[in-house]
């Protein structure tokens, strides 16, 4: 019996060296010089789509008897977030999409944290996406949780796949071979140095700043740590497959024999650990203790579909903005936006009244090369070398590249890493924006060339602030 292997390490391990990935940013086509590191595009989708298989729901807990399981999906058009979504009770991810884009689909490229069914499948092929990714772990037709339940039978033999799911790969496969679009595993090893970074990042970010010492005993890094062993044991079980051999058989059944082979297998596993660990560390960084995100001001009652996010859908937004921050193109500090409408009806989907408006990071303009604009900040004596005139805040790009347009009648949620500074303000009161939810660490400040000052007054936006209960 192979041994299950222990996710739960207290600091991230030092990795071996691998080679610097060279990928093109979503808004330029900036390298990975001169800043810290980044999460590769792919890398930064892949997590995403992990990140939506969870997104909070009414009845939230998966049936552990149920052949289905649940998955999330981002749908990328162009290197620019076009969808989030994921299973809910009645439709799954890849059926969502479908309802909400439809023929925008055509020559989209999708990130599935699990590999869809045959009935997904059949449908995304024939919007004419482009390209399938998925997650090489238990597909969406589950094979480990029948593959425990047959162990009860002893006809079965052991790692033996149930029928449904091995229906569901001959009708997957065949779909596969007889279609258009690539469909593939695509998993790139972080690059040098960034499950380090991210872990500082997140332990040091705004949001664990403001958690109260609710446990003299603990030091703010302990309780971070405490965050993150738990994330990484909860992940681990649903993203990783326990055994050697029990993904082997997986990724057999999947038509992915390739990857069975040393050292891609061991290559494979190493990566899906990584990103894991690093989904943990940004999720830490958000906690689950004593506070969330409250208004400012207190509101009138307004009918469901004006208000706000809920403290899980809140909490869930804010680090999907913390995911996209690390993709930042500013040489020192990162910055996520992402932007939800509320609207009336759920139509069953996984996301409820919620639909993605945009989603951006902050980033130097379209087409431009790395060192063509000014790197430094204020430190910087000579203000025609600061890097302020240049950047497009995350805020800019989420509005910029929406996917659809902002409705006065619904309630249009910013979900934003950094308090929103004065450049930005005018913009998300013009767009419409009609709630914040944001750390406001820098509010009030004047920094000379970025300042913080129309945060606070601020008027006809609710303003929800992490703080204490």
Same mark, same amino acid.
Request: glycine share 6%; with cysteine; aromatic share 8%.
């Given at each position: 019996?192979?041994?299950?292997?222990?996710?739960?390490?207290a600091?991230?391990?030092?990795r071996?060296?691998?080679?610097?990935?060279?990928?093109?940013?979503t808004?330029?086509?900036?390298k990975?010089?001169?800043h810290?590191?980044?999460?590769?595009?792919?890398? $930064?989708?892949?997590?995403?789509?992990?990140?939506?298989?969870? +997104?909070?729901q009414?009845?939230?807990?998966?049936?552990?008897?149920?052949q289905?399981?649940?998955?999330?999906?981002?749908? /990328?058009?162009e290197?620019?977030v076009l969808?989030?979504?994921c299973s809910?009770?009645?439709l799954?991810?890849?059926?969502?999409?479908?309802?909400?884009?439809?023929a925008?689909?055509?020559?989209?490229?999708?990130? %599935?944290?699990r590999?869809?069914?045959?009935?997904?499948?059949?449908m995304?092929?024939?919007?004419g996406?482009s390209?399938?990714s998925?997650?090489?772990g238990?597909p969406?037709?589950?094979?480990?949780?029948s593959?425990?339940t047959?162990?009860s039978?002893c006809?079965?033999?052991?790692?033996?796949?149930?029928?449904?799911?091995?229906?569901?790969?001959?009708?997957?496969?065949?779909?596969?071979?007889?279609?258009r679009?690539?469909?593939?595993?695509?998993?790139q090893p972080?690059v040098p140095g960034?499950?380090q +970074?991210v872990?500082e990042?997140?332990?040091?970010?705004? +949001?664990?700043?403001?958690?109260?010492h609710?446990?003299?005993? $603990?030091t703010?890094?302990?309780?971070?740590n405490?965050?993150r062993?738990r994330h990484?044991?909860?992940?681990?079980?649903?993203?990783l497959?326990?055994?050697?051999?029990?993904? *082997?058989?997986?990724l057999?059944q999947?038509d992915?024999?390739?990857?069975? /082979?040393?050292?891609?297998?061991s290559?494979?596993?190493?990566?899906?650990?990584?990103?894991?660990e690093?989904?943990?560390?940004?999720?830490?960084g958000?906690? &689950?203790?004593?506070?969330?995100?409250?208004r400012e =001001?207190?509101?009138?009652?307004?009918?469901p579909? &004006?208000?706000?996010?809920?403290?899980?859908?809140?909490?869930?937004?804010?680090?999907q903005?913390?995911l996209l921050?690390?993709?930042?193109?500013?040489?020192?500090?990162? /910055?996520?936006a992402?932007?939800?409408a509320?609207?009336?009806?759920?139509?069953?989907r996984g996301t409820?009244c $919620?639909?993605?408006?945009?989603?951006?990071y902050n980033a130097?303009p379209?087409?431009?090369?790395?060192? =063509?604009?000014?790197?430094?900040?204020?430190?910087?004596?000579?203000?025609?070398?600061? *890097?302020?005139? +240049?950047?497009?805040?995350?805020? =800019?790009n989420?509005l910029?590249?929406?996917?659809?347009?902002?409705?006065?009648?619904?309630?249009t949620? $910013?979900?934003?890493?950094k308090?929103?500074?004065?450049?930005c303000?005018?913009l998300?009161r013009?767009a419409g924006?009609?709630h914040?939810?944001?750390?406001d660490?820098?509010?009030?400040?004047?920094?000379?060339?970025?300042?913080y000052?129309? %945060?606070?007054?601020?008027?006809?936006?609710?303003?929800y602030?992490?703080?204490?209960?």
């Open positions: 019996m192979v041994d299950r292997e222990i996710w739960d390490r600091e991230p391990s030092h071996r060296p691998c080679r610097e990935l060279r990928d093109s940013s808004q330029t086509d900036s990975i010089q001169g810290g590191p980044r999460l590769s595009q792919v890398n $930064l989708f892949t997590l995403l789509s992990l990140w939506m298989e969870m +997104f909070p009414e009845d939230s807990e998966e049936d552990d008897n149920s289905i399981r649940m998955a999330g999906l981002v749908v /990328v058009r290197g620019k969808g989030l979504h809910g009770a009645e799954h991810a890849g059926q969502a999409a479908v309802i909400q884009h439809g925008q689909l055509e020559d989209c490229q999708l990130y %599935f944290s590999r869809p069914c045959a009935t997904c499948l059949k995304l092929i024939n919007a996406v390209q399938i998925f997650w090489p238990d969406e037709v589950s094979m480990l949780r593959t425990l047959n162990h039978n006809h079965s033999p052991p790692h033996s796949i149930p029928e449904e799911a091995a229906l569901d790969t001959v009708a997957t496969e065949k779909l596969k071979s007889n279609s679009p690539h469909i593939c595993v695509q998993l972080l960034l499950g +970074f872990y990042s997140s332990r040091d970010c705004d +949001f664990m700043e403001k958690l109260p609710y446990d003299h005993r $603990l703010r890094e302990e309780l971070f405490r965050e062993i990484l044991r909860d992940f681990s079980r649903r993203f497959v326990g055994t050697c051999q029990q993904h *082997k058989d997986i057999i999947m992915l024999e390739n990857f069975c /082979v040393e050292p891609y297998f290559n494979l596993r190493h990566n899906m650990r990584e990103l894991v690093v989904l943990a560390a940004v999720a830490a958000v906690p &689950q203790t004593s506070y969330g995100f409250y =001001q207190r509101a009138p009652s307004l009918p579909h &004006q208000e706000g996010a809920s403290q899980e859908e809140a909490r869930h937004c804010i680090i903005a913390r921050a690390y993709r930042t193109e500013d040489p020192k500090v990162g /910055v996520g992402v932007i939800w509320k609207g009336k009806l759920t139509g069953s409820g $919620l639909s993605l408006v945009g989603c951006g130097y379209a087409g431009s090369k790395y060192a =063509q604009y000014p790197q430094m900040d204020n430190k910087q004596e000579d203000r025609q070398r600061r *890097k302020y005139r +240049f950047i497009v805040h995350a805020e =800019q989420a910029t590249f929406r996917t659809r347009d902002i409705k006065p009648e619904e309630a949620m $910013l979900f934003v890493t308090c929103p500074c004065d450049e303000i005018p998300i013009g924006i009609t914040i939810y944001t750390s660490q820098d509010r009030d400040k004047d920094k000379g060339d970025i300042s000052l129309k %945060f606070s007054s601020l008027k006809d936006v609710s303003k602030i992490v703080s204490t209960l």
